[in-house]
T-cell receptor, first 113, second 117 residues
Framework: GNSVTQMEGPVTLSEEAFLTINCTYT??????LFWYVQYPGEGLQLLLKATKADDKGSNKGFEATYRKETTSFHLEKGSVQVSDSAVYFC????????????FGDGTTLTVKP | GAVVSQHPSWVICKSGTSVKIECRSL??????MFWYRQFPKQSLMLMATSNEGSKATYEQGVEKDKFLINHASLTLSTLTVTSAHPEDSSFYIC?????????????FGPGTRLLVL
């Protein structure tokens, strides 16, 4: 079956530090990959996505590249802000599952001023 | 665009009562809606997939008689927790997709926190 493995948290960084949150996946087909973010007390919202190999998704300074050879979709940001503090979920959606997504366990990021 | 609302955002009920949670896509038609359950500091657990006009598809281990899902229109799905018990207390989140394709983004509601006393 499909699975998503995320870097364990929590992650604590100082403002303006570089962020990497690792995400690897296993899938039976050729999935689309997503990063969702959940701010405290809120639902999830899409941060970025990529639908084919070598695609780079980007939004709000965050980037992730779909690496088929390493089955990875690592999230990066060059300079984090306090407002980036949230839980980040990596997810995949497989062609055979009619839009259902498989989520990683989430990584909690805390950015300190 | 692509806003999903949930109502109520908070509900406290007595054990044995039923609770209905609504999920609405406000500015688009949702072919598919998903219902998740999220435990504290844990990931989302998919409960069921709901398609307009057809019966919901439940994930393994989810009691369909306990968690009734209705997707009456392209903008509304409801989850009813029947005869709720304290172990049903959780954060319930819905999401909606425009299409039933694997490339489609899911748009999430803000969640409903249920506390069963």
């Amino acid at each position: 079956g499909n699975s998503v493995t995320q870097m364990e948290g929590p992650v604590t960084l100082s403002e303006e530090a570089f962020l990497t949150i690792n995400c690897t996946y296993t899938a039976t087909g050729y999935p689309s990959l997503f990063w969702y973010v959940q701010y405290p007390g809120e639902g999830l919202q899409l941060l970025l996505k990529a639908t084919k190999a070598d695609d780079k998704g980007s939004n709000k300074g965050f980037e992730a590249t779909y690496r088929k050879e390493t089955t990875s979709f690592h999230l990066e940001k060059g300079s984090v802000q306090v407002s980036d503090s949230a839980v980040y979920f990596c997810a995949l959606s497989d062609r055979g599952n009619a839009g259902k997504s498989t989520f990683g366990d989430g990584t909690t990021l805390t950015v300190k001023p | 665009g692509a806003v999903v609302s949930q109502h109520p955002s908070w509900v406290i009920c007595k054990s044995g009562t039923s609770v209905k949670i609504e999920c609405r896509s406000l500015d688009f038609q949702a072919t598919t809606m998903f219902w998740y359950r999220q435990f504290p500091k844990q990931s989302l657990m998919l409960m069921a997939t709901s398609n307009e006009g057809s019966k919901a598809t439940y994930e393994q281990g989810v009691e369909k008689d306990k968690f009734l899902i209705n997707h009456a229109s392209l903008t509304l799905s409801t989850l009813t927790v029947t005869s709720a018990h304290p172990e049903d207390s959780s954060f319930y989140i819905c999401s909606a997709s425009r299409q039933r394709t694997y490339q489609e983004t899911q748009y999430f509601g803000p969640g409903t926190r249920l506390l069963v006393l």
